[in-house]
């Protein structure tokens, strides 16, 4: 079964809003990692933050992990239409093996 | 840095014919690479964990002697979809990791059509 759940399941903005996925898993992890996928592509590693840190910045990403409610978010500041595309969240709880959310679906509208 | 390739990037094939697509890390060694699948508009699905050298680790449900997969070198894996069928037909991801990391470096995928 798979791991993350992410939320919304599709998520429409209007560019320079904020757009914020969020995920939640089911055991112990030792990190968790975004990912984004333009339609027919493959994946884009975008962030990975350990089970040790709360929050994790790169660029417009921002991503919160919460052990103890076993969560994360990922919030993109000021979206553009670029940013449209599916987003996964990947849980790693043995050696690089992850396992997949069914994603969030981002429109951002221009 | 960190850039995977796979090839071909779509193939349309009879059923009943094998297909074999290619994954490889172009600027780093892979100690291990990971095979996926993709329904559309759904998650990945783990099919197989492969290290160099060594063979493949299946997950639970995925036949091992339908989908052939071989890492013979630290650059190179390549996943053989024997006897293709229609239900095969998926969108196929390779990844891949290097030594002391724990991002997957994902392929563009590859795009089987089943006739």
């Known amino acids: 079964s798979q791991q993350g759940e992410e939320d919304p399941q599709a998520l429409s903005i209007q560019e320079g809003e904020n757009a914020t996925m969020n995920c939640s898993y089911k055991t112990s992890i030792n990190n968790l990692q975004w990912y984004r996928q333009n339609s027919g592509r493959g994946l884009v590693h975008l962030i990975l933050i350990r089970s040790n840190e709360r929050e994790k910045h790169s660029g417009r990403l921002r991503v919160t992990l919460d052990t103890s409610k076993k969560s994360s978010s990922l919030l993109i500041t000021a979206s553009r239409a670029a940013d449209t595309a599916s987003y996964f969240c990947a849980t790693g709880s043995g050696y690089s093996t992850l396992t997949f959310g069914k994603g969030t679906m981002l429109l951002v509208s221009p | 840095g960190a850039v995977v390739s796979q090839h071909p990037s779509w193939v349309i094939c009879k059923s009943g014919t094998s297909v074999k697509i290619e994954c490889r890390s172009l600027?780093?060694?892979?100690?291990?690479m990971f095979w996926y699948r993709q329904f559309p508009k759904q998650s990945l699905m783990l099919m197989a964990t492969?290290?160099?050298?060594?063979?493949?680790?299946?997950e639970q449900g995925v036949e091992k002697d339908k989908f052939l997969i071989n890492h013979a070198s630290l650059t190179l894996s390549t996943l053989t979809v024997t006897s293709a069928h229609p239900e095969d037909s998926s969108f196929y991801i390779c990844?891949?990791?290097?030594?002391?990391?724990?991002?997957?470096?994902f392929g563009p995928g590859t795009r089987l059509l089943v006739l």
């Open positions: 990844s891949a990791v290097g030594q002391s990391t724990e991002t997957q470096y």
């Open positions: 492969s290290n160099e050298g060594s063979k493949a680790t299946y």
């Open positions: 600027d780093f060694q892979a100690t291990t």
